[in-house]
């Protein structure tokens, strides 16, 4: 049925409603994506480097807790030995004790306040006697309090820092100092602190000294390089703490938390990769288009079957108006308008199609009436005669004509010749039934229809209707007459033309037999 429309380029309304409820879903979709997106990066990045801040002031805070913890120890052997500075034993037995007794220390040593070295631990350092002289190594004995090194190769060609305490006698003479090393490339506790909390997604920790020299790196090959042009660092090592997002030596970008050692002017710096933070991100949004995305596709479908529900009975509507026959308005009506639009559209069809109806009705009359005289013309006359003929009952006409109504209308004026017309389709109007059936079939000529009259009557009639007209008085014409010819069928195969057609000749032999008179022709002798 919806095949009879011809195809055009314009879309539908199911397929309107379905494109419209699908772009948007799509941007509802992408627009919450990205707002989803960029308010989860920017958590995720918030969390990152809060996280890292708080790890990094965490393990400063353990690294300042450790050296302090070192010089206190170094402090109570400094203590211990001052009394007994002399004895080698001594000595040795505290140095042995200061590095078995706690694993902080890779090497400890005793250096009098000439810079010689007295004893070692462990002895096989072989360091006894040695004189040192580098400028860190010797910056104990110029101080002369506790004091944290800048890392510097010892003389044994380790990379240390070294932790050194003074040592005076009884009576407060200096002595010398001890000093503990801790190898930097080698296993200690301060590497096992640092290096226990590394966590495994992705993120490190590195200390650089206060010349931003790596002390501790998760990649041990880079400790004793120096960090150029970083500004965590710079930060850290100011006694700072807090975030930021920078780019490290490799180019990557890094989420930085960092805060200072004060103890030792030592920064701690812990980060994490941006890409490594956001892989996570995409991720979560993945799962959540995965999740939403069943939801959308049966919103869609439901959409479709809504859609099409929507626009069907706009197509019967407008299958109905279409057809525009007798039985569109019922069609019309049948059809299931479930909606407040389509309601109205069915409505406004219905009342539309029966006032076009009425007055298409209404014009077929006017088209069959003589506006002059209201009786029906040809064309309604004709009309009447197949009705007649369809119900197969006997009926007789009469054709009746104005005598010499030319002289007439010379005489008194058309508007006088169109008033007795009117006047003489009164007198017929007035003296018929109503199942006769009058019209004017020409300017001055009538006809008659009488169902169920026989010619007898007929004739009766048309001599009752001359004689009336003859009486009547037509002002200012005064006397108007009448000629009429009667004709009848009583056998329903007589054509109505012919009927008509007798009764015209019977007209036309009155007309010859003088006028103002009636004439017969029946159909059977015709
Ligand atoms: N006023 C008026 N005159 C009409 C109308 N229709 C036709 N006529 C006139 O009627 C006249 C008919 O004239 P004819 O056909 O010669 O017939 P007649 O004068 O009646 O003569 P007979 O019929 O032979 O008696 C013509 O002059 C037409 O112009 C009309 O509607 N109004």
Redesign the pocket.
């Known amino acids: 049925m919806l095949g009879c429309f011809n195809s055009t380029k314009q879309i539908d309304l199911k397929r309107l409603i379905f494109l419209l409820a699908f772009f948007s879903m799509v941007i509802t979709l992408g627009n919450s994506l990205h707002a989803t997106f960029r308010v989860q990066k920017a958590l995720l990045i918030e969390d990152t480097l809060e996280a890292n801040r708080v790890y990094a002031t965490k393990l400063a805070e353990i690294t300042e807790l450790f050296l302090n913890s070192v010089v206190t120890q170094l402090s109570f052997s400094a203590n211990y030995i001052g009394t007994d500075f002399d004895s080698r034993v001594a000595r040795n037995n505290e140095l042995q004790r200061l590095i078995k007794q706690t694993s902080s220390f890779n090497s400890a040593v005793i250096v009098n306040a000439a810079g010689e070295v007295l004893s070692t631990a462990p002895s096989s350092l072989n360091l006894t006697g040695f004189v040192v002289e580098s400028t860190q190594a010797r910056a104990p004995l110029l101080r002369k309090e506790p004091y944290i090194s800048t890392p510097f190769i010892s003389p044994a060609g380790n990379l240390i820092i070294s932790v050194s305490h003074p040592i005076f006698n009884d009576v407060g003479k200096y002595q010398g100092f001890i000093a503990a090393s801790i190898y930097l490339q080698g296993d200690n506790i301060l590497n096992r602190l640092l290096g226990k909390h590394h966590y495994s997604d992705g993120s490190y920790l590195y200390v650089v000294d206060q010349n931003k020299q790596l002390i501790y790196h998760v990649d041990a090959v880079r400790v004793g390089t120096t960090i150029q042009s970083n500004e965590a660092i710079e930060d850290a090592i100011s006694g700072k703490s807090g975030v930021r997002v920078l780019r490290n030596s490799q180019g990557i970008d890094m989420l930085s938390g960092y805060a200072s050692v004060p103890i030792s002017g030592w920064g701690v710096v812990a980060q994490r990769p941006l890409k490594v933070t956001l892989a996570q991100l995409n991720d979560t949004i993945l799962s959540v288009l995965k999740s939403t995305l069943p939801v959308t596709i049966l919103t869609l479908l439901l959409i479709l079957v809504f859609g099409s529900k929507i626009a069907k009975p706009l197509w019967k509507l407008a299958i109905g108006v279409r057809a525009m026959d007798r039985y569109a308005q019922s069609n019309v009506q049948k059809i299931d308008a479930w909606y407040f639009e389509a309601e109205h559209l069915k409505q406004a069809i219905v009342s539309g199609t029966e006032l076009v109806g009425k007055t298409i009705q209404e014009y077929d009359l006017d088209r069959q009436k003589d506006p002059?005289t209201q009786l029906l013309n040809r064309r309604g006359m004709l009309a009447k005669l197949e009705y007649f003929q369809s119900i197969k009952k006997p009926y007789s006409v009469i054709a009746l004509?104005?005598?010499?109504?030319?002289?007439i209308?010379d005489k008194f004026g058309?508007d006088v010749?169109?008033q007795v017309?009117r006047t003489l389709a009164e007198l017929m109007l007035s003296s018929a039934r109503e199942q006769d059936v009058i019209c004017r079939t020409g300017?001055?000529e009538f006809a008659i229809f009488l169902p169920n009259v026989d010619i007898g009557q007929a004739v009766s009639i048309a001599e009752r209707l001359r004689v009336d007209v003859s009486n009547h008085l037509f002002p200012p014409v005064a006397k108007v007459n009448i000629s009429l010819g009667v004709a009848y069928s009583s056998r329903t195969e007589c054509n109505f033309h012919q009927v008509l057609k007798n009764a015209d000749k019977a007209l036309y032999d009155a007309?010859r037999g003088g006028?103002n008179r009636t004439a017969v022709t029946d159909c059977e002798a015709a």
Do not use: P, Y
């Not at 004509?401 to 002289?407: A, L, S």
């Open positions: 002059l004509d104005i005598d010499h109504f030319k002289r209308n058309h010749g169109d017309i300017g001055e007309k006028r």
